[in-house]
Nanobody, 121 residues
Framework: QVQLVESGGGLVQPGGSLRLSCAAS????????MAWYRQAPGNERELVAR???????DYANSVKGRFTISIDKTKNTMYLQMHKLKPEDTAIYYC???????????????WGQGTQVTVSS
């Protein structure tokens, strides 16, 4: 099993920045891909960004140029650096892990509990 624990969410003003962290533990050898998803009230969970163990990255169009996904393998931790935040970025952000390069939530076997990000003045 793999355990994922997110941290770093909170309240930020529009235009501000925030960094989310996702610490992985357990059978991390199973992981080839890690991702950030988000879900706003009334919406489906959507892919924000994903990163492979080899460093390949992919972003949703809505966050390109504003968000950066990265991994620190020495700490078994994934990050999402968010800049120029907008009210529409408000959501619960989830960390996910998988053995395969997928975009559907069904492709991800392990999930964190989520962390709330609220962008508001």
């Amino acid at each position: 099993q793999v355990q994922l624990v997110e941290s770093g969410g909170g309240l930020v003003q529009p235009g501000g920045s925030l960094r989310l962290s996702c610490a992985a533990s357990g059978s991390i050898f199973r992981i080839n891909v890690m991702a950030w998803y988000r879900q706003a009230p009334g919406n489906e969970r959507e892919l924000v960004a994903r990163i492979s163990s080899g460093g390949l990255t992919d972003y949703a169009n809505s966050v390109k140029g504003r968000f950066t996904i990265s991994i620190d393998k020495t700490k078994n931790t994934m990050y999402l650096q968010m800049h120029k935040l907008k009210p529409e970025d408000t959501a619960i952000y989830y960390c996910a892990a998988s053995g395969r390069w997928g975009t559907s939530t069904n492709d991800y076997d392990y999930w964190g509990q989520g962390t709330q990000v609220t962008v508001s003045s």
